[in-house]
């Protein structure tokens, strides 16, 4: 298969997880703020940091193009919302919620760039 055919899958299986995920975290801490996009955006920093991060698993990665497809491109692509945290932002500042937009942009960068660091630190001392 070509290696577009591996990102879509891998995109469309990302982009079910995110879609599950936040309904999931919307139930539970309900959808006053985007906290189910923070929450994914997290999680997805956290994989694609152990992914990359994973010694073993990186030396697949550089070798096989076609798991780097699938679970970077594809997988992490799809299951990440900087798209969907853009346009909740926007929203928050058309509605006048500067501080909750601010929050979210905060509670997005700060803790996604930790979760990325977190993923990448425990990947390597695991591997």
Do not use: H
């Amino acid at each position: 298969m070509s290696s577009a055919v591996w990102v879509a899958l891998g995109g469309a299986l990302g982009s079910l997880a995110r879609y599950f995920a936040t309904i999931a975290v919307t139930a539970i801490l309900g959808s006053e703020f985007p906290w189910g996009t923070v929450v994914v955006n997290i999680t997805g920093c956290a994989l694609i940091g152990a992914l990359v991060g994973a010694g073993a698993l990186m030396a697949k990665v550089a070798s096989d193009s076609v798991v780097r497809d699938f679970l970077i491109v594809g997988l992490c692509g799809g299951y990440t919302t900087f798209s969907s945290f853009s346009l909740q932002t926007l929203t928050l500042l058309q509605a006048g919620q500067s501080a909750r937009a601010m929050a979210n942009v905060i509670a997005s960068v700060v803790l996604c760039l930790l979760a990325t660091w977190a993923g990448y630190t425990l990947a390597r001392a695991v591997a």
